[in-house]
């Protein structure tokens, strides 16, 4: 059974930092690609940042040159390194992970953001 865990959200202030990591378990495939996609209050979940395994990225408008999306050195994780962070980016973030192997989409279970202003 494949398995994505999050951690590192958390409560922080308006212009801080938070990095959020991603580990996968329970398949042999790279999940490709790999990202973030995030669920504000009253809102739809909306893609944050992806990556694939060759390493090319794209980034919501909303986050671009603040948010930055990386793949791991060991075999299916990421991570979201965010930078100045704004009370719209309090949400809860999930971890994804598309398998073209199983034809499937992975999500974990959320990890909470809260950005005070």
């Known amino acids: 059974q494949v398995r994505l865990v999050e951690s590192g959200g958390g409560l922080v202030q308006a212009g801080g930092s938070l990095r959020l990591s991603c580990a996968a378990s329970?398949?042999?495939?790279?999940?490709?690609?790999m990202g973030w996609y995030r669920q504000g209050p009253g809102k739809q979940r909306e893609v944050v940042a992806t990556?694939?395994?060759?390493?090319?990225?794209n980034y919501a408008d909303s986050v671009k040159g603040r948010f930055t999306v990386s793949r791991g050195n060991a075999k299916n994780t990421v991570y979201l390194q965010m930078s100045d962070l704004k009370p719209e980016d309090t949400a809860v973030y999930y971890c994804?992970?598309?398998?073209?192997?199983?034809?499937?989409?992975?999500w974990g279970q959320g990890t909470q953001v809260t950005v005070s202003s």
């Open positions: 990556i694939t395994s060759g390493g090319i990225t």
């Open positions: 994804n992970g598309y398998s073209a192997g199983r034809l499937s989409d992975y």
């Open positions: 329970g398949t042999v495939f790279t999940l490709n690609p």
